[in-house]
């Protein structure tokens, strides 16, 4: 089946079959291999995209019924060629990763949360992530990171946001 | 880890679904296949065709319907979560959405999907078993309806019939000076439950109650109601000691579910504790001394 899908603001037209799921749609025939593909059964998170700007496993859609939905993916947060999103550089800056398996996930769903939260307590951070796995780090760091890049974000000057 | 092939449809309203259901008794609905796309991941269901409920506008909605709340069978989980009204007027469905999987999961799961898929350990069954939700389905172009006791049968197994499917789902609101409680315990936090535990309460002016309602989820093939315990604690003040003989007595025969992760007597010890802490934070909350979360 032909479908249409808006990845990082661009326009694609693939043809997949019905099983191919959203995820190996966005690996195997976009080469967007910052998706991981983890458990691919909805355990693991490593697979988080923003769907619609909401943080969703995409290894639980089919790519069809992703049709005309507008998809980012971790190669689609940065704010310019060479650049990180301010959550990517929180990640760095307080070692929010050591294989860095799970992170573009994690990262994703950090910005989702903070899309809607600017604020999070260290609750509400701990229960965003809580659906994403790390082996690695015990998530510490990955808490600090997410709360790191919440604190800049708030304190970063957003003229488009002021005009609303 | 790949689902075998099927076929897919995307039909544009329920009547034309239910006539693609009942033409192929291998296909399957899918709603927010956050249950559905595992299973054939693993190849546990072969659908030979997907039928793609998700985008027929008229099943996803959250509104007053006379004295109960209606919700559509594919309205997202995380928008139950945070919508005013059901808050206000089925707070037990507030309080246990929260338990349901992860953020992630709650984006696309639905409230039909989750009823449909009748796992015994879902929270969404049992605050509809609790509540005395009614269940609606469209079968052979008609609207059907069913009292949410009368819909589970099984473990994933329901009493819609073939080529019927779930529309929407009321909740009686109860009015006056309610409080409600849902606890459950699982291996990490919103995995799936071992027992899970719901209570509303309803108190007169006098503090004693008027209504109680308390259903456990997990323990058993589909989530039950303690009808003896509503009735003995029914006119008490919900005195502690009562609360727990009154279930420890109503949960003393159930034929618990056991497994490698918790055994039947465990489940029926712990249903018992859920219970008494769910009924203790209804009590607290009609009482005015807590605040809903």
Request: charged share 20%; aromatic share 4%.
């Amino acid at each position: 089946m032909r479908i249409e899908l808006d990845v990082n603001g661009s326009k694609h037209s693939v043809d997949v079959e019905p099983r191919t799921t959203l995820l190996d749609c966005l690996r195997d025939q976009l080469g967007l291999t910052g998706t991981h593909a983890g458990c691919e059964h909805g355990v693991c998170g490593a697979c988080t995209v923003l769907f619609d700007g909401v943080a969703v496993r995409s290894c639980l859609m089919f790519a069809v019924q992703a049709q005309g939905s507008q998809i980012t993916t971790i190669e689609g947060v940065t704010p310019g060629p060479g650049e990180l999103s301010p959550v990517q550089d929180a990640f760095c800056e307080t070692h929010g990763m050591q294989c860095g398996f799970c992170t573009p996930a994690m990262i994703l769903t950090a910005h989702a949360l903070l899309a809607n939260n600017p604020s999070p307590t260290r609750e509400e951070i701990v229960e965003a992530i809580s659906g994403n796995i790390c082996r690695c780090t015990g998530y510490a760091q990955i808490v600090e990171a997410i709360a790191l890049a919440a604190e800049r974000m708030r304190g970063a000057n957003r003229p488009s946001e002021l005009r609303k | 880890m790949k689902a075998a092939p099927f076929e897919y449809s995307r039909p544009a309203d329920i009547d034309e679904a239910c006539a693609l259901l009942a033409a192929d008794e291998s296909a399957r609905v899918i709603a927010g296949g956050q249950t559905l796309v595992p299973m054939m991941a693993m190849r546990l269901a072969r659908p030979t065709r997907l039928i793609d409920i998700n985008r027929i506008a008229a099943l996803s909605y959250i509104r007053t319907e006379g004295d109960s709340v209606a919700v559509g069978a594919t309205t997202r989980q995380c928008l139950v979560e945070r919508d005013a009204l059901i808050a206000t007027s089925v707070p037990l469905l507030a309080r246990a959405i929260p338990n349901i999987g992860h953020v992630a999961t709650r984006a696309r799961g639905t409230v039909g999907g989750s009823l449909a898929n009748a796992d015994p350990a879902a929270e969404i069954a049992l605050t509809a078993i609790t509540l005395d939700a009614t269940l609606e389905y469209r079968a052979d172009g008609a609207s059907e309806a069913i009292p949410a006791r009368e819909f589970f049968i099984g473990p994933m197994i329901t009493a819609l019939p073939a080529g019927a499917i779930l529309s929407g789902v009321r909740f009686p609101i109860w009015q006056g000076k309610v409080g409600t409680g849902f606890h459950e315990i699982n291996a990490r936090r919103s995995d799936f439950a071992f027992v899970s535990a719901a209570a509303q309460v309803e108190l007169g002016d006098d503090g004693k109650v008027k209504r109680i309602a308390i259903g456990v989820g997990a323990a058993t093939d589909f989530p039950m109601r303690l009808d003896s315990a509503e009735q003995q604690l029914t006119g008490t003040a919900l005195d502690d000691a009562a609360v727990r003989a009154s279930l420890r007595e109503a949960l003393a025969d159930i034929e618990a579910l056991s497994d490698l992760h918790a055994s039947a007597d465990y489940r029926r010890r712990v249903a018992i504790d859920l219970a008494a802490r769910a009924v203790a934070d209804a009590r607290l909350q009609a009482q005015g001394k807590t605040h809903a979360h």
